[in-house]
C-alpha cells in the first residue's frame, strides 16, 4: 500500500497573484492546494483601499475553477498616506483580513510603500486597537545595509523598538530567512508569529550564485548562509505555534527572470505541499506538517481551522521545466527535480 499522510485542508499565509491574465493562470494553481491564502496588495497600482481590495478579491474568485472552494484573504498596501478609518472599516466589514508593510523599494511593486514607520505610527495605534494583524516585509533598504544583512538590521531598528511600542499588535514577519529572525521570534510574545517560505527551507545562497548566476532561485529577502537555512527548517519543524506556512509564491514571467536586471520572487505554488513536506520528512517531522501548513495560521489570525482534509501520497513526480501562464511562460520552483510527495 502506497503510505499517505491525511491532514487538514492547509492554507497559504503569504501569497502573490498578480492580476489578469496571471493572475487567472495562477489562482488554480492555490486553489487546489489551499483552502485560503492571504493575498498580497503589491499590484500596479497597489491595493490600498477597502473598495479596491473588494473588487480584487472578486477578480480572483471569478477565477477559481468551478467546484473549487477557495477563499481569498485581502490586505492593505500601507502608504505614507493610508487612511486608518477606511483600513479599520475594511477589516470591520470583512474585506481586509490585514494590512502589510513594505519598507518602500524593499522589493518588487514597493515603490509606494512606507518610506519611515514614524509616519504610519497613528494607522499602527489604530489597527492594534480593532485587533488588524500587521504583515511585515523586514528589510531595511539603506544602500549601505548589505543585502544579506538587511533582516537583521531591520529586526534591530525597526520591528523590536515596534512591537516594544505595540504590544497588543498582532505582528506577522513574513517569509523570515535568518536565524537572527528565529531567535527574535521565538522571544517575542504570542502576538509575533513568521511565516516561512519551501524555498528558505530548500535552498541557501549557494544556489543563486555557484555554478553560474540562477536568477531563478532569487527571490527577497535573499535566501542566506547555511546556518540560517538549518535555523529555519528547525524552527519550522519545532512545533512551535509561532511558525505557519506562507509560501511568497511569486510568478514572473521567464523573460522577466532570464534578464540584465532580473525580478525577485520564485514560483512555487503548483507544489507547494509537496515542496514543504519533504523538508519535514527530510526532518523526522511528518507528524509536525499538520500544525504548521493548516492550524498555527488560522489560530494565530483568529480564523476558524479548515473543516475537510487533503492527503499527500508518498510516490515520486517530477516538476515541469516550466509553465505556461495563459501564454506567459514561468520556471516553477524544483523546475527538473523530483519530489517524494505527491496532493492526490
Ligand atoms: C515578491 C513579488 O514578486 O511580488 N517577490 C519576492 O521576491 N518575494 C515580493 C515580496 O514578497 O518581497
Ligand atoms: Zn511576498
Not at 490600498?48 to 467546484?67: H, S
Not at 504570542?190 to 528558505?200: E, K, R, Y
Not at 543563486?208 to 547555511?226: F, S, T, W
Request: aromatic share 8%.
Amino acid at each position: 500500500m502506497t503510505e499517505s499522510l491525511t491532514i487538514r485542508r492547509p492554507d497559504d499565509w503569504h501569497l502573490h497573484f498578480r492580476d489578469d491574465e496571471m493572475m487567472r493562470a495562477v489562482v488554480p494553481y492555490t486553489a487546489r492546494q489551499f483552502a485560503r491564502a492571504i493575498v498580497m496588495p503589491n499590484l500596479s497600482p497597489p491595493v490600498t483601499t477597502a473598495a479596491a481590495a473588494a473588487a480584487y478579491r472578486d477578480r480572483i474568485l471569478a477565477a477559481v475553477p468551478e467546484g473549487t472552494d477557495f477563499t481569498p484573504l485581502m490586505t492593505c498596501y500601507l502608504t505614507d498616506a493610508t487612511n486608518a478609518a477606511d483600513l479599520v472599516q475594511g477589516h470591520a466589514d470583512g474585506v481586509f483580513t490585514a494590512a502589510k508593510l513594505y519598507p518602500a523599494n524593499a522589493t518588487t511593486n514597493s515603490a509606494h510603500g512606507v518610506t519611515d514607520i514614524a509616519n504610519i505610527e497613528s494607522v499602527l495605534e489604530r489597527m492594534a486597537e480593532a485587533g488588524v494583524p500587521l504583515c511585515v516585509h523586514g528589510e531595511v533598504t539603506e544602500s549601505e545595509i548589505d543585502v544579506f544583512d538587511r533582516e537583521a538590521v531591520f529586526i534591530e531598528r525597526i520591528l523590536a523598538p515596534l512591537v516594544e511600542r505595540l504590544p497588543e499588535l498582532k505582528v506577522i514577519f513574513e517569509h523570515i530567512t535568518t536565524e537572527d529572525a528565529v531567535q527574535f521570534v521565538d522571544a517575542a510574545g504570542d502576538n509575533v508569529g513568521a511565516t516561512i517560505t519551501p524555498q528558505h527551507l530548500h535552498i541557501n545562497r549557494n544556489a543563486i550564485l555557484v555554478g553560474g548566476i540562477n536568477p531563478h532561485a532569487y527571490c527577497l529577502p535573499v535566501a542566506k548562509r547555511e546556518k540560517h537555512r538549518l535555523a529555519l527548517r528547525k524552527a519550522a519543524t519545532s512545533g512551535s505555534a509561532k511558525y505557519f506556512l506562507g509560501t511568497d509564491s511569486a510568478p514572473h514571467a521567464r523573460g522577466a527572470k532570464e534578464s540584465s536586471c532580473g525580478c525577485a520572487g520564485i514560483f512555487n505554488a503548483p507544489y507547494a505541499l509537496e515542496s514543504y513536506l519533504t523538508v519535514f520528512e527530510e526532518e523526522g517531522a511528518i507528524d509536525r506538517f499538520e500544525a504548521f501548513a493548516s492550524e498555527n495560521g488560522p489560530r494565530f489570525y483568529g480564523l476558524a481551522l479548515n473543516e475537510t482534509q487533503v492527503t499527500l501520497e508518498k510516490r515520486e513526480i517530477t516538476v515541469e521545466d516550466e509553465i505556461d501562464a495563459l501564454g506567459t511562460p514561468v520556471v516553477p520552483f524544483h523546475a527538473g527535480e523530483t519530489l517524494r510527495w505527491v496532493l492526490r
